[in-house]
């Protein structure tokens, strides 16, 4: 696991905001996928790219049909200035997996699959788990067609420079039918690890979360001239606007809700801007409870936007519900690992997709900071070991019986 992290940790490093940028089709996110095929052709895997960017990677020694496969994986891209493990953690721990199951003599009686999702993080196209919505028709090909990165390029444009053809993005029952259960690895993306002293833990649900774009729209001027009492400036409604989020938040049991996000247009020190556009993500263990949250919130922000002469507009973006991994599956994970934690989470992945459509489960590995989404995650090299060996011991349990 060292080597190989090893191997890409001067790919898309950020020495502007420290870590790792690395957005899908940017350079940095192509050379870890070639990282990756490079990795999976050395070790005789069957590699190919889907019409919707996924990469798969097949363990078939004795050439099975490939059909109820146990498939596992992560994704390559990150948010801005993000850290190592989010997403690589659960690619590198799937390529050591394969090697210890070899090693092992194991007999696979289906076929093990890896998977690298294009555009988890929607840190370029703004839409989460991009690549397994399209694979299971929870994004459509058509919206994620028109999806617009910040530099007005579409998505359907970029995946058609990387040989995909935008005319087949979408539902791949073909690919869908192939996969017979799937597990991720991921780097704990909290503390809940830490504060039990245990290297892994088998994940049991992903709250609900989503993200909306509050719009605050004003009269754009000149800073000079203005006077205060004539201005009706949408940062100043925004800011009042991002307290008012986390106050919502504070009074909610469990919720979350984050201002990660503000972008001022036109965007001049001397301007008064025109237009704020808030990027908001709500989070809460009940989908009622995260859809009444976000509703007092839009209540909130129009109340505020009007005191300052503006308005204010709530666009969702994503919502994915809360979702519980299969029972089933979650058992044979704790009797493989009788040692591991069951926790929940509240960070999104690729799994909680496909959950939706095949018994998925998760494994978490400790991030002793309990921070993430920063460049101050992190996961000790005995950690990433015990987790790639914990990986391979449920694989193992899942590919023989
Ligand atoms: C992805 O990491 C998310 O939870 O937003
Ligand atoms: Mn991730
Ligand atoms: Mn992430």
Redesign the pocket.
């Known amino acids: 696991m060292t080597r190989l992290l090893g191997e890409i940790a001067a790919v898309g490093t950020d020495p502007g905001r420290g870590g790792y940028t690395r957005p899908v089709f940017s350079t940095a996110e192509l050379d870890l996928r070639s990282w990756f095929i490079d990795q999976a052709e050395r070790r005789s895997l069957g590699v190919e790219t889907d019409r919707n960017g996924i990469i798969w990677a097949w363990w078939n020694p004795t050439d099975l049909p490939l059909h109820d496969a146990v498939v596992t994986g992560s994704h390559l891209d990150?948010?801005p200035g993000?850290g190592a493990f989010?997403?690589p953690l659960g690619v590198a721990s799937a390529l050591v997996a394969v090697d210890q199951l070899r090693q092992r003599d194991t007999t696979p009686q289906r076929p093990l699959g890896i998977a690298v999702f294009p555009e988890?993080?929607g840190s370029r196209f703004g839409l989460a788990c991009l690549g397994s919505g399209l694979l299971t028709g929870a994004v459509s090909a058509e919206r994620a067609a028109r999806l617009t990165d910040v530099d007005g390029n579409t998505f359907a444009d970029l995946a058609a420079g990387q040989g995909l053809d935008p005319a087949f993005l979408g539902r791949d029952d073909e690919m869908l039918r192939r996969i017979g259960r799937f597990v991720e690895l991921h780097v704990e993306?909290g503390r809940g690890l830490v504060d039990l002293h245990r290297p892994v833990a088998i994940g049991a649900s992903i709250v609900s979360h989503g993200r909306w774009r509050l719009s605050v729209t004003g009269q754009g001027n000149h800073a000079g001239t203005t006077l205060m009492s004539d201005r009706q400036d949408p940062m100043v409604a925004a800011a009042q606007i991002v307290v008012a989020v986390r106050d919502a938040a504070l009074a909610e049991p469990d919720a979350r809700a984050t201002v990660g996000r503000l972008v001022a247009i036109p965007g001049g020190t001397n301007v008064i801007a025109s237009r704020v556009d808030i990027g908001l993500d709500v989070r809460h263990p009940d989908d009622a409870v995260t859809a009444a949250l976000v509703g007092r919130i839009a209540d909130r922000a129009q109340e505020i936007a009007t005191v300052e002469g503006c308005r204010a507009t709530l666009t969702e973006e994503s919502l994915s519900p809360t979702v519980h991994f299969d029972p089933t599956l979650r058992n044979e994970l704790a009797a493989t690992l009788p040692d591991a934690p069951i926790l929940d989470t509240g960070?999104?992945h690729d799994a909680g997709v496909l959950a939706a459509h095949v018994p998925t489960a998760m494994l978490f590995v400790r991030n002793p900071t309990g921070i993430?989404?920063s460049p101050a995650e992190h996961v000790e090299d005995r950690d990433a070991e015990a987790g790639a060996a914990a990986l391979a011991r449920v694989l193992e349990r899942l590919l023989v019986i």
């Open positions: 990150s948010v993000g989010d997403g988890e993080e993306q960070a999104g993430s989404h």
